[in-house]
């Protein structure tokens, strides 16, 4: 069985990650989502919230393309989280060159702690390459319209917990 991890903080989901988990759902037989307990980046959304959206996003593609998808949170490095979930496969979104430099250095370690686990980049459809959720939560607390980037139940979300 072919495991892949795509990890991030998906602090919200968007329509960018969405694009990226169809593309790695077709390249392995069960894709976890793992996301990032990282306290340092004050997420707007708790961890709690953050795996039920993947959940209630995920639900579909999952039955769609027969892979199993599960959200998985972690708090240890990347390349630990790998082993603990049997990933053979670390998922990168890229969106620009910037994006590239960092997942570079990135790739580079990961393979210093463990060479057999392999990082695919994958990069959104066009339209979907300048989504970030840090932009997005910032248009949604200025209270612009974030429907191009996001699901409605996300939008729904993000405007709750906005007020």
Do not use: W
Request: glycine share 6%; with cysteine.
């Amino acid at each position: 069985m072919r495991v892949g991890l795509y990890p991030g903080t998906f602090d919200p989901i968007t329509l960018g990650h969405i694009d990226i988990i169809r593309r790695a759902a077709a390249l392995v037989d069960r894709l976890v989502i793992g996301v990032a307990i990282n306290r340092d980046k004050g997420p707007m959304f708790n961890l709690e919230e953050r795996v039920a959206m993947i959940e209630a996003e995920c639900a579909h593609l999952s039955d769609q393309t027969g892979t199993e998808i599960v959200a998985h949170p972690f708090e240890n490095l990347l390349i630990d989280c790998a082993r603990d979930v049997g990933a053979q496969i670390i998922v990168r979104g890229l969106r620009a060159v910037a994006d590239f430099e960092y997942e570079f250095q990135m790739v580079g370690m990961n393979r210093a702690l463990d060479n057999s686990i392999e990082t695919v980049f994958l990069m959104a459809e066009a339209r979907h390459q300048a989504i970030a959720s840090k932009l997005v939560k910032e248009i949604a607390r200025l209270n612009g319209d974030v429907s191009k980037f996001v699901t409605p139940r996300v939008n729904d979300a993000l405007r709750e917990k906005l007020g």
